[in-house]
């Protein structure tokens, strides 16, 4: 019988006013046995006797009979003196050897910018219910909590022992100490969380240790239990994203499972950890982690483990789910960070529309394919209440329209031969090869794997940041990246592209099973771009990335095909060409500037990098001027793709042959080299410099005639 029954409601009163059955009965004019029927479930309570149960306990109908309203006082009491009396933090012992932990290494991993915590919180919603029949759920929530909820909140939380951790961490002259210090100030007054909810998902199943989903959220570091090859990485570092995204490096987990655990446990599960370094606490000394949940002991050391079937606790740390919607998690951050803030005043509910956007932009197939349902809320104290300020289904289709039209005219199979005007889309196959796998019992041989390339003729209405761009997916449902196009071709219409790997091709269930495999292997944990990873040198036979390089030049082959001019044969070319170039242009300029050296130096209070840049073959009498771009590489070892590798300069500061012009370096006339500093926003930086590996590239190369 479930734990949110009328029966389990019915027990909670009785509990709460110590009233036994044979008292109720007497009450209620009914017989003991009657009452023990009910509470066995072995019979079912009619109308007549509901309305009595009401009257005798003075409870609302609603509240008794489906659960829905505000649930009694004097339950809400006893619930919070049970949470109370059972709860706490448990924090793990510092190691008897003395080494000592600088932080979390799951956090300075993953990048927070650009929507990585909504790929990644994504991803794991999808995989949670690949095998769950039905539409899998998302729901975001940024939480204001001030005044009495806040209130409510920290008690429940056990905020004045906890604190304490917090403390001793935040006086620590190191960064993540700093970071601290700056997370309890914004905690103080008022705390932004950001909650997370899945529904009609598989749910944190598993037991408190050994493998299953809940371990490896919620104990296991840098270990990822994977449903199937083709799922989006489970809980491996990637997770790192959910603590990175929290000023005090803390997240709470509440849980409904899909199936019950041993011993009849499925609903409400509660755990909660944080991830701090090394601290000390009076004369106890702690290695970084602690867990909030139920306290045992074992092994003569008190741990937290899960905390079930308590309602009002999940209630009162603003994690109360929706029993309608089926099994999940909700996730919960405390101390939203989101960069933003730093750079612009973003309120909360500014940070839901821009949520909004980012759940659009990467799970534009998903959703279209109405794999995913996602919404987007936003909850403000008012009145010393939380309140519903907000609340938007995720509309891809208004969000990102070309690529959606796209999916649904190849479902609908109303594609075109050719791009002859604005709406029109072509579908293509490209070919991937995926290269020989040899890990040991998942063997298989080379072989051509087909993706789906889907070409759409743009409206000239539809020129946005994405316009000539192509977005690459899998099987997932997520975008995993986009490419520009934006120089394809002269004379190219306007376009946009998806191109659909792995299962999402749909071609064959077997060879796009293990394309979908072969490309997962070549995703990092930030999911943002295909490309060398150690999984990928281990499982596959040598040439995997250079496979993955022609796959996409077959793209955007492809592409070209479709959106070039067409030139009639026997011709000289199209006229807009002839009257396009202009042959008197002497000595077009050209990008033959690369970076020679990069030295890494501290100047003044500042990290900074010295670079030296030279022209390939002769000087010329010319000023060239170029953009000095500064990437910091990921956990993959690669570095220069896609914004959220970018390191913000503060500075550009010319040392010799060169001079500096609004953030751009000009290499003067006869010159072949220039040395320069950039000076770095080290503030911005999550990874310290001196754990950090810089790569630099120029930008916007060109050379003009000096006067």
């Not at 022992?161 to 210090?181: I, N, P, Y």
């Not at 091709?505 to 979908?516: E, N, Q, R």
């Not at 130096?601 to 390939?616: F, P, Q, T």
Request: glycine share 8%.
């Amino acid at each position: 019988m479930g734990k949110n029954s009328i029966i389990a409601r019915l027990q909670a009163l009785m509990d709460a006013k110590e009233i036994k059955r044979k008292k109720l009965a007497e009450g209620i004019g009914s017989s003991a046995p009657q009452v023990s029927d009910w509470l066995n479930g072995n019979r079912n309570i009619g109308k007549q006797n509901l309305g009595k149960l009401i009257k005798y306990f003075g409870v609302d109908e609603a509240w008794l009979s489906d659960g829905k309203g505000e649930t009694p006082d004097i339950i809400q009491e006893k619930s919070r003196a049970d949470y109370s009396e059972k709860t706490g933090w448990n924090f793990q012992a510092a190691p008897p050897d003395g080494s000592k932990s600088g932080g979390d290494m799951m956090s300075y991993g993953v990048d927070v910018k650009k929507g990585t915590l909504e790929k990644e919180d994504g991803q794991n919603t999808s995989d949670a219910g690949e095998n769950i029949p039905g539409v899998t759920e998302k729901v975001i929530t940024v939480i204001r909590l001030k005044g009495k909820p806040l209130v409510r909140f920290k008690k429940a939380l056990k905020w004045d022992d906890f604190s304490k951790h917090l403390r001793e961490v935040a006086k620590k002259q190191t960064k993540f100490g700093k970071k601290m210090k700056f997370g309890l100030e914004q905690c103080k007054n008022e705390i932004i969380l950001l909650r997370l909810e899945d529904y009609n998902a598989i749910g944190l199943t598993g037991p408190e240790s050994d493998d299953g989903n809940f371990t490896n959220l919620t104990k296991n570091e840098l270990y990822s239990l994977k449903a199937s090859g083709t799922s989006g990485g489970n809980h491996g570092l990637g997770k790192g994203v959910y603590w990175a995204s929290s000023w005090i490096n803390t997240v709470l987990f509440h849980s409904n499972l899909s199936k019950p655990e041993p011993g009849g446990y499925q609903n409400n599960r509660i755990i909660g950890r944080t991830n701090l370094c090394f601290h000390k606490v009076g004369e106890n000394k702690y290695s970084g982690p602690g867990w909030f949940g139920q306290t045992r002991e074992h092994n003569g050391a008190k741990i937290s483990v899960s905390m079930w079937d308590n309602e009002q606790l999940a209630s009162d740390l603003c994690m109360q789910r929706d029993r309608d919607k089926g099994p999940g998690t909700t996730t919960l951050i405390i101390g939203y960070l989101h960069y933003n803030e730093s750079d612009s005043d973003n309120s909360p509910k500014d940070l839901s529309h821009e949520i909004m956007n980012n759940i659009a932009k990467w799970f534009t197939p998903a959703i279209a394919e109405n794999k995913l349902r996602a919404y987007v809320k936003f909850i403000d104290t008012v009145d010393d209440e939380l309140e519903e300020v907000t609340s938007e289904k995720v509309d891809v289709e208004n969000h990102m329209e070309p690529f959606f039209d796209m999916l649904i005219k190849d479902v609908a199979d109303e594609t075109s031969t050719t791009l002859s005007e604005p709406g029109d889309v072509v579908r293509l196959k490209v070919p991937l090869i995926v290269p020989e796998r040899r890990l040991e019992g998942h063997e298989h041989d080379e072989f051509t794997h087909q993706a789906k390339l889907l070409i759409r003729y743009a409206r000239d209405d539809e020129k946005d940041q994405l316009f000539q761009h192509m977005s690459f997916n899998r099987g997932v449902g997520m975008t995993v990246n986009f490419k520009s196009f934006r120089n394809i071709t002269f004379g190219a219409i306007p376009f946009h592209a998806i191109l659909l790997c792995g299962t999402s091709a749909g071609y064959d269930k077997k060879t796009d099973s293990l394309a979908d495999q072969f490309l997962r292997t070549a995703e990092p944990p930030a999911h943002d771009r295909w490309g060398p990873t150690d999984e990928l040198k281990t499982d596959y036979k040598l040439g995997g990335i250079k496979k993955i390089k022609d796959f996409f030049d077959e793209a955007k082959k492809s592409i070209k095909s479709q959106v070039g001019p067409i030139t009639p044969k026997g011709t000289d070319g199209p006229n807009f060409l002839k009257n396009f170039f202009r042959f008197d242009i002497v000595n077009p300029a050209s990008p033959a500037f690369t970076v020679k050296e990069v030295d890494r130096i501290i100047d003044g209070d500042s990290m900074a990098l010295n670079i030296k840049v030279r022209k390939s073959g002769p000087a010329e009498k010319k000023i060239f001027e170029m953009e000095p771009i500064v990437y910091l590489e990921d956990e993959s070892g690669h570095a220069g793709q896609g914004q959220s590798a970018t390191v913000e300069v503060k500075e550009v500061v010319p040392v010799s042959g060169c001079s500096e012009d609004n953030g751009r370096i000009l290499i003067k006339p006869e010159k072949r080299i220039g040395t320069f500093k950039v000076l770095l926003d080290e503030d911005k930086m999550l990874v310290p410099q001196h754990l950090s590996v810089f790569d630099v590239e120029l930008k916007s190369i060109r050379g003009r005639e000096t006067d």
